[in-house]
């Protein structure tokens, strides 16, 4: 089935440092969606692209929809303790049926 | 705050008992979904909704059984679990099962 490679599992980092995440796949995807999860909550829909090559920014936050559509990634610049939690990035199929998500990447911040 | 809201935010269980999670959205959406969510684990879609209707079912074992009243509520009824099921279970909505899914803040379960 289609699978969503998340990477990387975890990231520990210093304040002010900017991360890099990305997902790749073998199948390609019409839709990327960028979600964070906080300790104790849900996913919260962070960007999404739908068009490839698209590159789209939240503050600190930018993500591109790959020129291939197999891939996508999210960078965060100037990193904030309140940046910790789990990334998690999800791929819509060509038929748009299904969101496939990737096992998420974990970030930690250091003050 | 994303509009999905789900009830207990915690429970313990033991393997004999019956108990229920709760979703409610107040976005309008036509979609609803079940996901469990283990440690280290990618989201595992349980159950689809779409307009009511049940659209999928991931081969979930039938002591999780969904119901979709109206589109703005969903249930899981439970019924002698295992502590294997202890996970977070999230609910989420979409405008259609085309369109992005919100999720709500989750259910923390423990199956003792």
């Known amino acids: 089935g289609q699978q969503l490679n998340q990477s990387p599992q975890s990231m520990f980092i210093q304040e002010g440092e900017d991360v890099s995440m990305n997902c790749t796949s073998s199948?390609?995807?019409?839709?990327w969606l960028w979600y964070k999860q906080d300790p104790g909550e849900g996913p919260v829909l962070l960007i999404a692209?739908?068009?490839?090559?698209e590159l789209t920014s939240n503050g600190r936050l930018t993500a591109q929809f790959g020129i291939t559509r197999k891939d996508s990634f999210l960078n965060i610049s100037a990193s904030i303790p309140s940046d910790v939690g789990i990334y998690f990035c999800?791929?819509?199929?060509?038929?748009?049926?299904?969101?496939?998500f990737g096992a998420g990447t974990r970030l930690f911040v250091k003050a | 705050e994303t509009g999905v809201t789900q009830t207990p935010r915690h429970l313990v269980m033991g393997m004999t008992n019956k108990k229920s999670l709760k979703c409610e959205q107040h976005?309008?959406?036509?979609?609803m979904y079940w996901y469990k969510q283990s440690a280290k684990k990618p989201l595992e879609l349980m159950f689809v909704?779409?307009?009511?209707?049940?659209?999928e079912n991931n081969s979930v074992p039938s002591r999780f059984s969904p119901e979709c009243p109206n589109s703005s509520h969903l249930f899981l009824h439970l019924h002698t679990l295992q502590p294997e099921d202890s996970a977070l279970y999230l609910c989420?909505?979409?405008?259609?099962?085309?369109?992005?899914?919100?999720f709500g803040p989750g259910t923390r379960l423990l199956v003792l």
């Open positions: 909704y779409n307009f009511k209707e049940q659209t």
């Open positions: 692209l739908y068009k490839a090559g």
């Open positions: 999800a791929g819509r199929d060509t038929g748009g049926f299904k969101t496939i």
């Open positions: 989420a909505s979409s405008q259609t099962v085309q369109e992005t899914q919100y």
């Open positions: 199948s390609i995807f019409n839709t």
């Open positions: 976005l309008g959406h036509n979609a």
